[in-house]
């Protein structure tokens, strides 16, 4: 089969497509025929460096992906040859003392795909059951592949972490980002009165025409001012972010009191000064989220079904130009997620 594959760390130097060893489905897996899949920041982090996370290379590149079931076992209850699915890419043990309490995200043995293992950047993936799940209906595989990583991310900051209500604020940072988009997306559906920020203006434009309530450009405006301005003085209740270092000043700013940030990311450094008067002072929450369990993946696709949920899919590029899809999500003109077609090569 073709892949993607990394083959050391640099540029798209060490990004090759090329014939790999077609998975062979082992028991208690699901062979998933991938369709296709979306590019995420930490693609180009594998790519880049890698660095502090332990995989072999060559590897195949890609975390989320969705196909459809070529092969199950025979005794397979759930899950039907044919039928079109998604990959939760968090493969775990099921047996630490975090995977029995049912919050497997945190697992002591996870192995993500594209990071530890292979990932879904390839025609054929075998993954555990129970890391397959059927998609909703009424989406493109790659939009439903889109799910995978940024939307399961942003469910758990909202709903777990931040546990937001339908009558509550929030400020969402750099709307441009998977992310941050998929949680404007999430926030609204569930009633929630959004502000993002950009330094883009075309970027906040498209956030409006999507149901942003406001918007902010973080280049031109300070942004807790504009907040406190957009808020009566008061503040907004959950600050979603992934940005870091260079927000996390106005993040804390905009908080009103007994307020949550929920962080997800540092992209821009991780080590933002600590405002521990304010922290106490104000009782302010401060949450760490990574992707997110079987269970929250289970309710995010119900809810994405239930609100016709649509993921904004930036552009689609068939496999081979897997080149032109890493320099897209680099360039960060994005507007959605950069797809990756798995089906257009010949085997
Ligand atoms: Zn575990």
Request: glycine residues 10%; neutral net charge.
């Amino acid at each position: 089969m073709k892949a993607v594959v990394i083959t050391g760390h640099g540029g798209n130097e060490v990004v090759e497509v090329r014939s790999c060893e077609r998975p062979v489905r082992q028991p208690g897996e699901v062979l998933v025929r991938m369709t296709a899949a979306t590019l995420n920041q930490v693609d180009l982090y594998m790519r880049n460096s890698g660095a502090g996370i332990t995989h072999q290379l060559p590897q195949i590149m890609g975390l989320d992906g969705a196909g459809t079931v070529e092969e199950v076992d025979a005794d397979e209850r759930v899950l039907a040859v044919g039928q079109r699915v998604l990959i939760h890419p968090a493969v775990t043990c099921g047996r630490c003392e975090f995977c029995q309490r049912g919050d497997n995200v945190l697992c002591t043995q996870i192995q993500l795909l594209g990071e530890h293992r292979h990932g879904t950047f390839a025609q054929w993936v075998s993954v555990p059951a129970r890391n397959v799940f059927a998609m909703p209906a009424g989406l493109s595989f790659v939009q439903a592949a889109a799910l995978g990583v940024n939307h399961i991310t942003a469910w758990r900051m909202l709903v777990t972490k931040a546990q937001i209500k339908p009558w509550e604020t929030a400020l969402i940072f750099g709307v441009g980002g998977g992310v941050s988009l998929a949680a404007m997306q999430l926030a609204k559906a569930m009633g929630v009165r959004v502000i993002v920020t950009s330094r883009d203006d075309h970027k906040l434009e498209r956030a409006l025409a999507l149901g942003a309530d406001h918007t902010i450009n973080s280049q031109t405006h300070d942004v807790s001012k504009a907040v406190m301005a957009l808020t009566d003085g008061r503040g907004v209740d959950v600050v979603i972010e992934n940005v870091g270092q260079a927000v996390w000043s106005a993040a804390m700013k905009s908080l009103v009191r007994g307020g949550r940030l929920v962080t997800c990311g540092a992209t821009s450094g991780d080590q933002p000064p600590a405002d521990l008067r304010r922290i106490f002072i104000r009782q302010l929450q401060i949450l760490g989220s990574t992707h997110g369990n079987f269970a929250e993946f289970h309710d995010m696709l119900a809810f994405v079904a239930q609100h016709r949920i649509q993921p904004v899919i930036d552009h689609e590029y068939p496999m081979d130009q897997v080149h032109a899809a890493l320099d897209r999500l680099a360039s960060q003109q994005q507007f959605g997620k950069v797809g990756l077609n798995l089906t257009c090569v010949s085997e």
